[in-house]
């Protein structure tokens, strides 16, 4: 928040992907106090499960070493590229991966207990079709709610987890009609 401040920035969107979902989030609200107007804040293949489900799920990661993290980001299709690195590089990765996702755990699990302010910019939430994440019925997508006053969903018919760089012709259409009234 400090640093889009500092460019002198006063309109912005926010992307939040997977556990990045959490400083998104975090920094509309800062940006916010600091008078800095939020007008999105995308939410990609995250939905808030309950606290205790936050709560287990960073107890998990918290329990695996940093080369079983690194070999499940590597079987699930989203982080091919650690395999080719050598085994001290590839646990580094597990490491950090585990630093985030705890922390944005942590983050949601707090969020989900005090029920903090809603964020007054729109929430557009894209999931996949064949991400596993986000599976489920779709009441679990109407959990934004919690966030946001207005939450706009955009089911993509196909991809998964990482479907940024992986179907990227059906994540920016999601991500341009909502930013196109803006």
């Known amino acids: 928040a400090a640093e889009i401040?500092?460019?002198g920035l006063t309109r912005v969107m926010l992307w939040g992907h997977s556990s990045g979902a959490a400083p998104a989030i975090e920094t509309a609200r800062r940006l916010t106090e600091r008078g800095?107007?939020?007008t999105r804040v995308f939410i990609g293949a995250q939905l808030l499960g309950t606290a205790d489900e936050r709560g287990a799920?960073?107890?998990e990661l918290t329990a695996l070493g940093d080369a079983?993290?690194?070999a499940r980001l590597t079987a699930d299709s989203g982080y091919t590229e650690l395999a080719?690195?050598?085994e001290a590089?590839?646990?580094h990765i597990g490491a950090a991966y585990r630093h985030d996702c705890v922390a944005a755990h942590r983050y949601l699990r707090a969020a989900l207990q005090s029920a903090p302010p809603k964020l007054a910019a729109p929430l557009p939430l894209a999931v996949a079709?064949?991400?596993?994440h986000t599976a489920g019925p779709p009441e679990r997508h109407r959990d934004p709610l919690l966030l946001a006053d207005q939450v706009e969903l955009h089911d993509l018919a196909a991809g998964r987890h990482y479907f940024p760089p992986t179907p990227p012709h059906e994540a920016a259409p999601a991500v341009l009609r909502a930013a196109a009234p803006v």
């Open 84 to 86: 080719e690195l050598n």
């Open 57 to 59: 799920a960073a107890a």
């Open 68 to 70: 079983e993290i690194a």
């Open 89 to 91: 590089h590839a646990e």
């Open 5 to 7: 401040v500092a460019r």
């Open 129 to 132: 079709a064949y991400d596993p």
């Open 36 to 38: 800095v107007r939020v």
